[in-house]
């Protein structure tokens, strides 16, 4: 059954949820898109420096952004959703968050390593692919997610609505 403007309205996200979540597809967009292509890029002294300082924010908003949604934010899935579909999106929520942050954290010791003068060898190696392997779980988790909220705009059962209000089918 189709859900009332009032009902829709309760499950709605904030304002501040929504910005926390669209400005993070925008910030990881962009970290993927100046993604470092070779580790002699951080021969740079001025980029080395910039990529610590954008993985230290990443982290930070992150963590901010859990710390306001699982304390003052509900899923917006309707109560009759079956119980393994809501532990579904529980596991891949939680797991974008830990696979950015590992995305981030790695860089970071990648990053400050380099700095340090660990330039080469099976430690950096080992690092880099622990920062790939987080990069590509991302990427598939991203994409579920995108299956899911596709999913409930199908349905029309308020969920899409919850974090795109403005895209609201048949108003
Ligand atoms: C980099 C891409 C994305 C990431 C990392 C991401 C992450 C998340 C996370 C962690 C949540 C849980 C709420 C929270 O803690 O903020 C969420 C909720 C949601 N996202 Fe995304 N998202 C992404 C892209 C998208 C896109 C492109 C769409 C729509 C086309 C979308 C639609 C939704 C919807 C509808 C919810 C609410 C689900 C619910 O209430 O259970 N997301 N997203
Ligand atoms: C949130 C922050 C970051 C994002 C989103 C990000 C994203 C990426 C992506 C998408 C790749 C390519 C992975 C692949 O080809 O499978 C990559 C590779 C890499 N990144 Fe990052 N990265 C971040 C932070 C950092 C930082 C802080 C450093 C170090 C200062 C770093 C160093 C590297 C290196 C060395 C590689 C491998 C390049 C090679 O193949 O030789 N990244 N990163």
């Not at 080469?120 to 995108?146: A, D, K, N």
Request: overall charge positive.
């Amino acid at each position: 059954m189709k859900k009332t403007d009032a009902e829709i309205a309760k499950t709605n996200y904030t304002l501040t949820a929504r910005i926390f979540h669209w400005s993070f597809v925008i910030l990881f967009a962009y970290g993927i898109f100046k993604q470092i292509e070779n580790i002699n890029q951080l021969e740079d002294l001025a980029l080395l420096k910039f990529e610590i300082t954008f993985a230290l924010l990443f982290i930070l908003f992150l963590v901010a952004r859990f710390v306001y949604m699982t304390r003052t934010q509900k899923s917006s899935l309707p109560p009759d959703t079956p119980g393994a579909q809501k532990v579904l999106a529980k596991a891949v929520h939680y797991g974008m968050y830990i696979g950015m942050i590992s995305i981030a954290f790695s860089g970071l010791v990648i990053g400050s390593l380099y700095w340090l003068g660990l330039k080469s060898g099976i430690f950096i190696e080992t690092l880099i692919g622990w920062h790939e392997v987080s990069v590509s779980i991302v990427y598939w988790l991203v994409g579920i997610h995108l299956i899911g909220a596709i999913y409930h705009w199908f349905k029309n059962d308020g969920v899409w609505q919850s974090m795109i209000p403005k895209l609201n089918r048949g108003k």
